[in-house]
């Protein structure tokens, strides 16, 4: 069973950085793609960055392109998300998904899902 477990979220300042991590504490762990997704108050879930099973491929939504970067360590069952230069606009709530059954930059593709890790930005 995959289980999700994000960190690292935190309050920063505008053009400061975080390292967020997602890392697997299910006893059986499968090399998954891998996804992170964020939600605002008042908006909809979306895409943020999404890694194949082997961090060899990777997509990023426009909005953070250039200023963040998923990888990930099969060994320890961890993908990370380093995002620098951060903007007030990047606050929300961050998820980890893993699984994706279709497309893997589209929320409903994932069957499994961590608890979010708050980020706030501030000006």
């Known amino acids: 069973q995959v289980q999700l477990v994000e960190s690292g979220g935190g309050l920063v300042q505008a053009g400061g950085s975080l390292r967020l991590s997602c890392a697997d504490s299910g006893r059986t762990f499968i090399n998954y793609p891998m996804g992170w997704f964020r939600q605002a108050p008042g908006k909809e879930r979306e895409f943020v960055a999404t890694?194949?099973?082997?961090?060899?491929?990777?997509y990023y939504a426009d909005s953070v392109k250039g200023r963040f970067t998923i990888s990930r360590d099969n060994a320890r069952k961890t993908v990370y998300l380093q995002m620098n230069s951060l903007k007030p606009e990047d606050t929300a709530v961050y998820y980890c998904?893993?699984?994706?059954?279709?497309?893997?930059?589209?929320?409903?593709?994932?069957?499994?899902w961590g608890q979010g890790t708050q980020v706030t930005v501030s000006s």
């Open positions: 998904a893993a699984d994706p059954g279709g497309s893997s930059w589209i929320s409903l593709s994932y069957h499994y």
């Open positions: 890694i194949s099973h082997n961090g060899g491929w990777t």
